[in-house]
């Protein structure tokens, strides 16, 4: 069965990464540097080159690649909640080349920022944690269940 919370919305933050930077490490510094513990990322922009991780399901593990080219970032949408005390961005995002192809993944370390506009919304409540499910291998929240 489906669990989900009731949350509200306190704040949203709207701006721009800077040129040349790592897009996972200034969207983690973001919220450890304003402490936020709990909310959603989207974003839009372009990047110089990708590090992306897909899920092997059969094997529980994160299977890491490199895309080498200019892309743009055609969505990025994910969460922020906290693993191991510290605040965890999730993200998943979609980069597409100058034909319009499109690659996709769990976003990892690695890639890097051509221009990248992010708006951010905290919520207010109680942050969700993420531990070890035994079912998926993943770190999955904690809701109770
Ligand atoms: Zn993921």
Partial sequence: MAILKEINPVKTYLGKLSHNT???????????????TLGRIDAVGA????RLAYYDQENKTYRFFTINRHLEITSLTGNITIKDGKPIVHVH????????NAFGGHLAEGTIVFACEVCIQVFQGETF?????????????????
Avoid at 22 to 36: K, M, R
Avoid at 93 to 100: H, Q, V
Avoid at 129 to 145: S, V
Wanted: net charge negative; charged share 30%.
């Fill in 22 to 36: 790592d897009l996972l490490e200034e969207l983690t510094g973001f919220c450890i540097s304003h402490n936020i």
């Fill in 47 to 50: 990047v110089q080159k990708a």
């Fill in 93 to 100: 995002i979609t980069l597409a080349d100058k034909k319009g």
């Fill in 129 to 145: 944690k993420r531990g070890f499910d035994r079912t998926t291998g993943l770190p999955l929240w904690e809701m109770g269940e």
